[in-house]
């Protein structure tokens, strides 16, 4: 089973900036894009085992959506979760949706 | 809508510009272009090629069914025969009457032929037009020997030409020297002994009386000085005449020496009528050479449009030659006729090389000169004429010859602004081939192709290898000068896109000049610069985005996910008063304390939701943002000086605190690090550092480029005995000449390795004012000073910008992930060993 949680206003989120959020004992990076869209992956930086990829840079590389770890810059993929520095690395990604200007994830744990 | 009727009388390689510069912006005009000689406009630069194979095809200059393309009537081997300016009608040899609305006259010039009796003679020449070529060569099949009369630029071309057809070549010159506008009687003798070694006999300051019959040959010159001359074929190369008969006589204001007087949009004194190319004359000066022509097409192009902004202000008449296999270059005022001017000779006769340099009486600036024999640096020094760049301290290194093929100093393309013109004939500067370059062009021919650089004259054709060989080399081997795959400029060019172009959103910026949405690398690169250029509080939302994470939260991030919070401590000084303040807050919030290598305190482990806390009670404390997480000044070291020390000779505790209030806060290409010592035993180490200061009897000594860190570099030693307001001017155009032109996360150190000139080149600019940059420099860091504001006093007054600070966006519990344990009395973060295993699990 599968519910959707809402955790924050779009309005929480500055355009192409990260926040985390709390679902669970899940931290949840959750980005908002400036074209208005939104991704989410795991907020666990596996390189420098803090809690912080909410807080990096977001951009694109080569076309594909990324954050930069924000401790030694390693690419995410926001799509993917996938480590573009490291094929065989990579980082939760998680169901996000907007449902008016609500931001909802959803729990599939 | 019925169109407007535009005329166009010639369509020589200026009337041919302006057609294409005109149907590429507006199909608003309905165009009859009469055009006198019998093929369409041609390369008339390169007309000598015609005598080494090249057919009247191959010259051709119009792009194919470029007339029926764009709907325009060509009136081939028609000239127009009177203009009625009242009634706007032009009345040609074919047609009675063509009306206009507005009139161009891209006439362009004839060829000079003096007023000796015996010219109208049979096989007599003049040098213009392939017709010209086509009867010379005709003529020179049943003839042996040629004269030229006139030893100028075209008649040199024509002297060539005549020995190609294998004819017994003379030139007769009336002036003391061949080439005599561009040349010295210097470059002039060499030119001369270069020309005759090819067999080519030179008659100087000889005035043509008459022509006669010859008794050998058809023809006699009889010269003013009672020698003669026989020949069988005469080309008259004696200079040109503006075209401007119909003007004349349509009422329009002509020069005393003939060419229509145009404005600076191209208009004759009627407005509606327009003159562009050889035939137009602009503040008494007409322009025998190509790219002030097609400069002049553009602009009227762009006036007949609407568009009134460019204007044509006068054009550079630098000319590069291979006459006869001899290189021969005039670069601006090469006579030297500015008042002061001086001038650097150097002369090779074995080699059969002369050069000359024409400095500016203060020796800060090229002014011209003169080359023969040798063309190699002509765009080097077409450059440093053309932009104010500074001359190295010995600008005699631009002309010797340099041994063991080591670079001359102060030359390249790298130090040359993006806004350098490269090809003068077409316009093209070194941004737009840059641009080209970044944008695939990745050949000489497809560079050409794209930009029109070195498709006229080719004069600027090394130039434009070298750029194309520097992009690519920076591509290749060293990338690091574009600054990501979002922008193909490097941090300075970026640097002056952004300042030109007054772009104050990253949206702007990349819409403009990049792609893509940008990365961890451009985002704080463009951040930095919009600071260093409009000083807007770094965290406005449309800024914050842009922000690496330290600025981002205002500290600096630690391995474990919190920050260490550096307050500023101007100097190193501080009361026993907010010692107890740092020490209160640190016990509060349970942060480890350390002195930093810096003369000040880091206080680490705060969690991101308590920075705003700690901070608010530091600001109320007096405390300021140290800086210690930005590009930026981070401290200016003090050693105690003259108040307390016996040796000290001036107060470096002040002088250091000055310092870091004036600069603090402003956004550089990588930290910056200052220190200030009270006498030569140099307690402050500021020869470690990026502005270093030492005081002396009668006042300081100023050092820059110094580094710690990962190589270290000692500072080199700009100034000596400045009073206070000159080593604060100084440093305000030290620091903002970096900021300028610093790579992305350069030091200074680094950065003056990366100069060309070195730390001379620096002392000049800085010292020397040889860009004439000093004031701009000063006002800018003027302008940062004057816009200073302590980003933590403004950030906790902003809720928008404290509701940033949360670990999580829903819930106010700690990072569980977050664990210190206590080590010599007080906290760490803990190594994954020491962590509780479930802290471990939950993040997997
Ligand atoms: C805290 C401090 C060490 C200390 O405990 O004393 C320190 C700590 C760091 N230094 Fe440093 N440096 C500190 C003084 C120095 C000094 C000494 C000085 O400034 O007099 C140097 C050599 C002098 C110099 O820079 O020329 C120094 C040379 C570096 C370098 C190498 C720079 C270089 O050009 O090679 C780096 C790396 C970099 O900046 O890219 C660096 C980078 C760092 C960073 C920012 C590394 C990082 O990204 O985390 C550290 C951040 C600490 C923090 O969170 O506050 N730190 N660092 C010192 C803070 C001084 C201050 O009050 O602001
Ligand atoms: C041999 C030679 C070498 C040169 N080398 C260089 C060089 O190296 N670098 C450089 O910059 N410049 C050089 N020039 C000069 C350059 O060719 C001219 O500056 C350029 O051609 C001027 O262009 P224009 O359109 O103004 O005039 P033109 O090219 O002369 O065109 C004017 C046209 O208008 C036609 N015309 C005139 N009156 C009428 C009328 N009433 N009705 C119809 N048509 C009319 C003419 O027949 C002609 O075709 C050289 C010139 C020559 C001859
Ligand atoms: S070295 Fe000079 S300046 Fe430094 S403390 Fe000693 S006396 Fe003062
Ligand atoms: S300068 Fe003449 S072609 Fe470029």
Redesign the pocket.
């Not at chain 2, 490269?422 to 077409?426: G, P």
């Given at each position: 089973m599968s519910d959707w949680i809402p955790v924050c206003s779009l309005e929480d989120i500055v355009p192409d900036t990260g926040v985390c959020a709390l679902v669970g004992e899940q931290q949840i990076a959750i980005f908002r894009l400036n074209d208005g869209s939104i991704y989410a992956i795991g907020n666990h930086d596996p390189y420098s085992q803090a809690n912080v990829l909410s807080r990096g840079i977001v951009g694109d590389l080569k076309g594909e959506l990324v954050v930069a770890s924000p401790v030694y810059k390693q690419h995410f993929s926001l799509v993917s979760g996938k480590c573009l520095e490291d094929p065989a690395v990579s980082v939760p990604v998680y169901a996000v949706r907007l449902d008016g200007d609500s931001v909802l994830v959803q729990r599939a744990f | 809508m019925e169109k407007k009727k535009l005329v166009i009388v010639g369509n020589g390689m200026v009337g041919q510009r302006f057609l294409e510069q005109l149907v590429a912006r507006s199909d608003e005009y309905e165009i009859t272009t009469f055009c006198e000689e019998p093929r369409p406009a041609y390369d008339r630069v390169q007309l000598t090629s015609f005598f080494s194979g090249k057919s009247a095809a191959d010259l051709n200059v119009v792009p194919e069914r470029f007339f029926q393309q764009h709907a325009m009537t060509l009136r081939l081997n028609d000239s127009v025969q009177s203009i009625e300016a009242t009634r706007k009608v032009v009345r040609s040899a074919r047609y009675r009457e063509v009306p206009y609305d507005k009139l161009v006259f891209a006439t362009g010039s004839y060829p000079f032929v003096p007023p000796v009796s015996g010219r109208d003679r049979r096989d007599c020449f003049v040098y213009r037009t392939i017709e010209d070529l086509e009867v010379i060569t005709a003529t020179a099949a049943r003839a042996k020997v040629g004269v030229v009369i006139g030893g100028g630029l075209l008649g040199l071309e024509a002297a060539k030409a005549l020995q190609n057809l294998a004819l017994e070549t003379h030139i007769v010159e009336f002036a003391s020297r061949l080439m005599a506008v561009q040349l010295d009687d210097c470059a002039g003798r060499l030119l001369r002994r270069k020309i005759e070694a090819l067999g080519v006999k030179i008659h100087l300051q000889k005035a043509t009386k008459e022509i006669i019959d010859g008794a050998a040959r058809r023809h006699k010159l009889i010269f003013a000085d009672g020698t003669s001359l026989e020949t069988d074929l005469i080309v008259f190369s004696a200079g040109i005449r503006p075209r401007d008969e119909l003007a004349r006589a349509a009422g329009l204001v002509v020069g005393e020496r003939g060419g229509i007087q145009i404005n600076s949009h191209c208009q004759t004194t009627n407005p509606d009528i327009y003159a562009v190319g050889e035939c137009a004359l602009w503040e008494g000066r007409i322009f025998g050479l190509?790219?002030p022509g097609y400069q002049m097409a553009e602009v009227a192009a762009r006036h007949l449009v609407g568009d009134t902004n460019v204007q044509f202000l006068g054009a550079d008449m630098s000319t590069k030659l291979k006459l006869m296999g001899v290189d021969v270059c005039s670069i601006g005022d090469a006579h030297g006729a500015t008042p002061d001017a001086l001038n650097y000779v150097f002369t090779d006769e074995v080699a059969g090389v002369y050069k000359k340099l024409v400095v500016s009486g203060d020796r800060r600036h090229m002014l011209g000169a003169i080359l023969v024999g040798d063309a190699a640096d002509y765009g080097t020094l077409l450059q440093m004429a053309l932009n104010p760049l500074p001359l190295p301290e010995h600008p005699e290194d631009l002309i010797l010859p340099v041994r063991d093929g080591s670079a001359r100093k102060g030359m390249g393309v790298d130090m040359l602004p993006a806004s350098a013109l490269?090809?003068?004939?077409?316009n093209?500067s070194k941004g737009v081939l840059c641009e080209a370059v970044a944008a695939g062009c990745t050949s000489l021919l497809a560079l050409k192709n794209e930009t029109r650089?070195?498709?006229?004259?080719?004069?600027?054709?090394p130039m434009?290898r070298q750029i194309l060989d520097g992009e690519l080399r920076k591509r290749g081997v060293e990338v690091k000068n574009h600054l990501c795959e979002h922008f193909p400029y490097s941090r300075q060019e970026l640097f002056h896109l952004i300042r030109v172009g007054s772009l104050k959103t990253f949206d702007a910026v990349i819409t403009k000049h990049g792609q893509g949405r940008g990365c961890d690398i451009c985002k704080p690169a463009v951040a930095s610069i919009f600071a260093s250029c409009w000083n807007e509080m770094i965290l406005k939302p449309r800024h914050a985005p842009l922000q690496d994470t330290n600025d981002y939260y205002l500290a600096n991030l630690q391995k474990n996910g919190t920050y260490s919070i550096v307050p500023r401590v101007p100097g190193g000084e501080i009361t026993p008063e907010k010692l107890l303040v740092l020490g209160n807050v640190a016990k509060k919030y349970g942060l480890y304390t350390k002195i930093t290598g810096a003369q000040r305190i880091d206080l680490f482990g705060a969690r991101v939701e308590q920075l705003p806390l700690i901070w608010q009670e530091l600001v109320a404390a007096g405390f300021e943002s140290g800086h210690a997480y930005g590009k930026a000044l981070r401290t200016v070291k003090s050693c105690v000086g003259s108040a307390w020390c016996r040796f000290g000779v001036q107060d470096s505790v002040q002088m250091a605190i000055n310092i870091e209030n004036r600069y603090r806060g402003i956004r550089s290409p990588h930290k910056l690090k200052m220190a200030v010592s009270g006498c030569t035993r140099e307690c402050a180490e500021a020869q470690g550092k990026d502005v270093g200061i030492i005081a002396t009897e009668n006042g300081w000594n100023l050092y820059v480029c110094g580094n710690g860190g990962i190589k270290p570099r000692h500072a080199d030693l700009l100034a000596v005995d400045l009073d206070d307001k000159t080593l604060i001017q100084y440093i305000d155009r030290f620091l903002m000449f970096y900021i300028r032109t610093g790579d992305r996360l350069q030091r200074t150190s680094t950065w003056l390795d990366s100069l060309e000139g070195g730390m001379d080149y620096v002392r000049q600019v800085v010292c020397d004012d040889a860009l004439g940059l000093a004031d701009e420099l000063e006002a800018d860091m003027q302008k940062l000073v004057d816009s200073y504001e302590c980003e933590w006093k403004k950030a906790i007054n902003d809720p928008q910008i404290m509701k940033r600070f949360r670990h999580f966006v829903n819930s106010d519990v700690p990072d569980k992930n977050v664990v210190f344990v206590s080590e010599r009395g007080q906290i760490r973060p803990a190594r994954a060993d020491e962590r509780e295993p479930e802290a471990e699990a939950e993040t997997v």
């Open positions: - | 190509v790219a490269i090809c003068s004939c077409n093209v650089a070195s498709t006229s004259c080719g004069g600027c054709g434009v």
